[in-house]
């Protein structure tokens, strides 16, 4: 019989302990964020009904998607990302579920594209959404959980200097108007705004020649490429009415991001748009600026209209997702991935199988005492013992030898640069002599 395949599936990972520590640290500190923020964690199933996703025609996503038929002839998926489900949930209490809502989730997702650095075909994401909030507030308090968690895993972000993460913001209703005044609108807008999101991986003349499949012609997409190079309010002003809705926002944006003490890390800039077609207002990426790894590491925006294309009536929502892989492959330039060691308190080691009872007494009332303890049932030679439990940051190293446990004592050693060692008697622990 030949051997099976030991590597996980292209796109996919393994996670060993070691890899596990640090998705449980930064999902750690992403779980602390949304609840410091009022947010409740919920969850939906990884498997969807594809028309969940194949509904939102053009959109890239749909040609991503994991499908595929179960025995009862249901098309169903995995689910690429979590908004739709989150929408599909709310429509699904309807008038039960009492609103506003903030909610988060740290779902595993799967897409299947070329796989390059900080993009695989499965990836964990923070997800954290508003839910019947109008108000930009509901996008500047997003942005806000998303700096503190950029904060607190060591990323700069400090008034003063460059700031290793910015936040590049742009609003889809500054777009929708202006094309709305070249007959750009409805599921046009929505195919011109997936195509102008290929900016910067295809030429503008390549673009160009996309949008003229479509019917807008080169005139007109030469005027989109020129809205799509404006940065800054000022310049924005310049290039649409003051009354434009997505300038409007915009400036409320930023004035609430100052009281939030963010408004430093915010640009400008048209020519985010995100390809998702369900995006109706503020569109943001988070994008790092340190290192070689320049790229968007999370991204989000107002979706008001999600629940309506999906058969329900319209409400004000709001979110982003956080990738678990560019965040990690940033961190890892800088030099600040965490130390993580395993998190062991004591090591009790026997050192012949004849103590494995007294060993696994003094196990149990250590770990009564809220320790971590592990018993070294290996056998292995004393200098292995000592080494391996050291390596795994134990404190403590418990020494159970025939002659300690007749004499009804055992050795615990303090491990580390001194080594010291005593001798406890093992009534210490509950142990009666032998």
């Known amino acids: 019989m030949s051997q099976i395949e030991l590597e996980p599936v292209k796109g996919t990972r393994d996670f060993y302990p070691e890899d596990l520590r640090f998705r449980t640290w930064l999902f750690g500190h992403m779980r602390a964020v949304a609840r410091s923020l009022g947010y409740e964690e919920y969850d939906a199933c990884v498997l969807e009904h594809a028309d969940l996703y194949i509904r939102k025609a053009g959109d890239e996503i749909t040609r991503q998607l994991y499908d595929f038929k179960d025995k009862g002839d249901r098309h169903l998926t995995l689910r690429p990302e979590l908004t739709p489900s989150l929408a599909r949930m709310v429509m699904a209490k309807g008038a039960a579920l009492a609103l506003p809502v903030r909610w988060f989730a740290i779902p595993q997702c799967f897409r299947y594209e070329e796989t390059q650095r900080g993009r695989k075909r499965e990836h964990f994401q923070w997800n954290m959404d508003a839910v019947g909030i109008a108000s930009v507030a509901a996008e500047a308090e997003l942005m806000s959980a998303q700096a503190e968690l950029c904060r607190r895993i060591g990323l700069k972000l400090d008034p003063g200097a460059e700031p290793e993460v910015i936040w590049r913001v742009s609003n889809r209703q500054v777009l929708g108007h202006f094309l709305a005044g070249m007959g750009i609108d409805g599921e046009l807008f929505a195919a011109v705004c997936v195509l102008i999101d290929k900016r910067g991986k295809i030429s503008d003349a390549e673009l160009t020649a996309e949008l003229?499949?479509?019917?807008?012609?080169?005139?007109?997409?030469?005027?989109?490429?020129?809205?799509?190079?404006?940065?800054?309010?000022?310049?924005?002003?310049?290039?649409?009415?003051?009354?434009?809705?997505?300038?409007?926002?915009?400036?409320?944006?930023?004035?609430?991001?100052?009281?939030?003490?963010?408004?430093?890390?915010?640009?400008i800039d048209l020519s985010v748009i995100r390809g998702l077609s369900y995006y109706t207002g503020t569109v943001w990426e988070v994008f790092a600026q340190a290192g070689t790894f320049r790229r968007a590491i999370a991204g989000g925006g107002r979706y008001d209209r999600l629940c309506e294309q999906l058969g329900g009536t319209p409400i004000p929502m709001v979110g982003f997702g956080f990738g678990d892989i560019p965040i990690r492959e940033v961190l890892e330039e800088l030099g600040r991935l965490p130390q993580l060691?395993?998190?062991?308190?004591?090591?009790?080691?026997?050192?012949?199988?004849?103590?494995?009872?007294?060993?696994?007494?003094?196990?149990?009332?250590?770990?009564?005492?809220?320790?971590?303890?592990?018993?070294?049932?290996?056998?292995?030679?004393?200098?292995?013992?000592?080494?391996?439990?050291?390596?795994?940051?134990?404190e403590r190293l418990f020494i159970l030898g025939g002659d300690e446990v007749a004499k009804g004592v055992c050795k615990v050693r303090r491990l580390g640069a001194e080594r010291v060692e005593v001798e406890t008697p093992l009534a210490e622990y509950g142990i009666p002599r032998i």
Do not use: C, W
């Not at 004035?255 to 640009?267: K, M, N, T």
């Not at 060691?341 to 007494?361: E, I, S, T």
């Open 212 to 267: 003229g499949k479509i019917a807008v012609d080169a005139d007109k997409a030469a005027r989109i490429l020129a809205l799509l190079d404006v940065r800054g309010l000022d310049q924005l002003a310049t290039q649409v009415p003051a009354d434009n809705p997505g300038l409007v926002a915009l400036r409320e944006l930023l004035e609430l991001a100052a009281s939030l003490g963010i408004d430093h890390l915010i640009r």
């Open 341 to 394: 060691p395993r998190g062991l308190d004591d090591v009790v080691y026997p050192m012949g199988a004849k103590q494995f009872a007294v060993a696994n007494r003094i196990a149990a009332h250590l770990r009564a005492q809220g320790r971590t303890v592990a018993v070294d049932y290996s056998l292995r030679r004393f200098k292995h013992v000592v080494q391996r439990a050291e390596d795994d940051g134990a």
